[in-house]
C-alpha cells in the first residue's frame, strides 16, 4: 500500500505564492509518475500537472508559466510551486502517484486565493 500526505495549502491573496509538497511512503517500487489535481466547488477534477519518470512534465493551460511541478527522488516527494495565483485557482488540490500499474491519492489540501 502507498500513503501519500499533502502539506502546504493555506490562504492567499490574489498575486501571491504558495508551495504544496506530497510525501510517499509504503510500498513504492517503481514509480511511473506523480502529479496534482484540483476540484473547485461544482466542477469536476482536473490536472494540474504531472511529472513523468524521467523527468517530462505537463501542465494545464490555465496554470503554464505561473505553477512549477517538481520532485525529489530520494524522498519521494512531489512539489507544486505556485506563483500569482489567481481567485479561479481557488480547490482542494490533490496529489497522485503512479506505480506498478496502480494511481494512488492524497487526501487533498485546500487552497483558496481571496482578498
Known amino acids: 500500500q502507498v500513503q501519500l500526505v499533502e502539506s502546504g495549502g493555506g490562504l492567499v491573496q490574489p498575486g501571491g505564492s504558495l508551495r504544496l509538497s506530497c510525501a510517499a511512503s509504503?510500498?513504492?517500487?517503481?514509480?511511473?509518475?506523480m502529479g496534482w489535481y484540483r476540484q473547485a466547488p461544482g466542477k469536476e477534477r482536473e490536472l494540474v500537472a504531472i511529472?513523468?519518470?524521467?523527468?517530462?512534465?505537463n501542465y494545464a493551460d490555465s496554470v503554464k508559466g505561473r505553477f512549477t511541478i517538481s520532485r525529489d527522488n530520494a524522498k519521494n516527494t512531489v512539489y507544486l510551486q505556485m506563483n500569482s495565483l489567481k481567485p479561479s485557482d481557488t480547490a482542494v488540490y490533490y496529489c497522485?502517484?503512479?506505480?506498478?500499474?496502480?494511481?494512488?491519492w492524497g487526501q487533498g489540501t485546500q487552497v483558496t486565493v481571496s482578498s
Open positions: 509504503g510500498s513504492i517500487f517503481s514509480i511511473s509518475s
Open positions: 511529472i513523468i519518470n524521467g523527468g517530462s512534465t
Open positions: 497522485t502517484l503512479t506505480t506498478m500499474g496502480r494511481l494512488y
